[in-house]
T-cell receptor, first 112, second 113 residues
Framework: GQQVMQIPQYQHVQEGEDFTTYCNSSTTLSNIQWYKQRPGGHPVFLIQ?????EVKKQKRLTFQFGEAKKNSSLHITATQTTDVGTYFC????????????FGTGTKLQVIP | NAGVTQTPKFQVLKTGQSMTLQCAQD?????MSWYRQDPGMGLRLIHYSVGAGITDQGEVPNGYNVSRSTTEDFPLRLLSAAPSQTSVYFCASSYSTGNTEAFFGQGTRLTVV
């Protein structure tokens, strides 16, 4: 079945440093969604990318969807303590919109 | 607007006991799903439903049953709890299929002893 891996699994950064997490799917995705889960909380939707090569920005966050629609990345510029949490990518296989597979997640710790 | 409501928030079961995790949404979403979250493994899909009366298996369905008699409710049943089912369970809903934003409930932390 479809597998979605994220690297790194954990990342510690000093406040103000940049952070990037990478998402790789074993199959082509219809779209890619990104979620953030704060410690003790539930996943919250951040953004969805649909087109091959698409890039979207939300303030300090930049999201990219690969040309082959099998990988994606989330980059945070100048991290803040409010960025702490686990970031997940997720997406359905191309042609099928029913089963949404989540990535393994990247846990971000920001040291003040 | 309550969104997605899960009950209970915490539960301890003995091995072999059965129970139902409740999930209800008030957004008239067609698509609902159940995930379990274990350390280092992300969120794994257990079962999902694309509408009332329609359910299907996800990645890890063994030991779990679901039904979808109404649009609003999507309960998850553990038939005979096992320690391997100790996990945090999340219910999610979205407007239609996996192509749209998912809204998650607060989660149920289940411990099987």
């Amino acid at each position: 079945g479809q597998q979605v891996m994220q690297i790194p699994q954990y990342q510690h950064v000093q406040e103000g440093e940049d952070f990037t997490t990478y998402c790789n799917s074993s199959t082509t995705l219809s779209n890619i969604q990104w979620y953030k889960q704060r410690p003790g909380g539930h996943p919250v939707f951040l953004i969805q990318l649909v087109k091959s090569g698409e890039v979207k920005k939300q303030k300090r966050l930049t999201f990219q969807f690969g040309e082959a629609k099998k990988n994606s990345s989330l980059h945070i510029t100048a991290t803040q303590t409010t960025d702490v949490g686990t970031y997940f990518c997720a997406g359905p296989e191309s042609g099928g919109y029913q089963k949404v597979t989540f990535g393994t997640g990247t846990k971000l710790q920001v040291i003040p | 607007n309550a969104g997605v409501t899960q009950t209970p928030k915490f539960q301890v079961l003995k091995t072999g006991q059965s129970m139902t995790l409740q999930c209800a949404q008030d957004m008239n979403h067609e698509y609902m799903s159940w995930y379990r979250q274990d350390p280092g493994m992300g969120l794994r899909l257990i079962h999902y439903s694309v509408g009332a009366g329609i359910t299907d298996q996800g990645e890890v369905p063994n030991g779990y049953n679901v039904s979808r008699s109404t649009t609003e409710d999507f309960p998850l049943r553990l038939l005979s709890a096992a320690p391997s089912q100790t996990s945090v369970y999340f219910c999610a809903s979205s407007y239609s299929t996996g192509n749209t934003e998912a809204f998650f409930g607060q989660g149920t932390r289940l411990t099987v002893v």
